[in-house]
């Protein structure tokens, strides 16, 4: 096998566990060492490549540009780890779904309107706010996962684990895990 093809996403999350895989220090450096990142938040790549062999998705899937990225990045990816409690359940995203269905109305008018300091609206041009989705849904009620990475964020330590399992080629040992090759 040559050089893994690896990916990383922010879909809606706060980043923090992409600030847990940045915690990976060093060790960031060995794997810069050994496999291709082609894609992520903390690279300038603009549109999902194809041929990805493993993508850790952190955040929960909120709108309309989360979902289209989503749809793509399965097409494109042979190994899907769903990256964090937020990508695993919907976790805090996910909090505006006890709202009901009117939950975007309520999120962007507390945003946007009794938040503001000034101008208070709502945005309304194409391509500034994404529409967001009736329901905060996690990647899994989306499409397919071959692995789950819970914690908020998942701690360095366990991302290594996963990297270290998908560097050799060999399933996670961390309970409740599975990825699958091939
Ligand atoms: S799982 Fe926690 S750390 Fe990760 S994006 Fe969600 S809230 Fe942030």
């Given at each position: ?29 060995e794997l ?5 990142l ?6 300038d ?11 850790l ?22 190994v ?11 976790n805090?995203?996910a ?5 009901g ?27 500034i ?14 499409v397919g996962?071959?692995?789950?990475l819970?914690?908020c ?16 080629g060999?399933?996670?040992q ?9």
């Open positions: 096998m040559g050089r893994l093809r690896i990916a990383t996403v922010w879909l809606g999350g706060c980043s923090g566990c992409h600030m847990s895989f940045l915690d990976l220090d060093e060790f960031l450096i810069a060492g050994k496999v291709d082609v894609y992520s938040p903390v690279i790549v603009k549109e999902y490549p194809e041929g990805v062999d493993v993508c998705i952190e955040g929960a899937v909120c709108n309309q540009d989360n979902l289209e990225l989503l749809l793509d990045i399965r097409e494109r990816t042979r899907l780890v769903s990256f964090g409690d937020c990508a695993v359940t919907g805090v995203p909090i505006r779904n006890q709202l269905p009117r939950s975007c109305e309520n999120v962007l008018q507390c945003a946007y309107i009794d938040n503001a300091q000034a101008n208070q609206r709502v945005p309304s041009k194409d391509g706010v994404p529409k967001l989705l009736d329901r905060v849904r996690p990647i899994h009620e989306v996962v071959e692995a789950y819970p914690g964020p998942p701690s360095a330590a366990r991302i290594r684990a996963l990297l270290d399992c998908v560097l050799e060999r399933p996670p961390l309970e409740g895990e599975m990825l699958r090759f091939g």
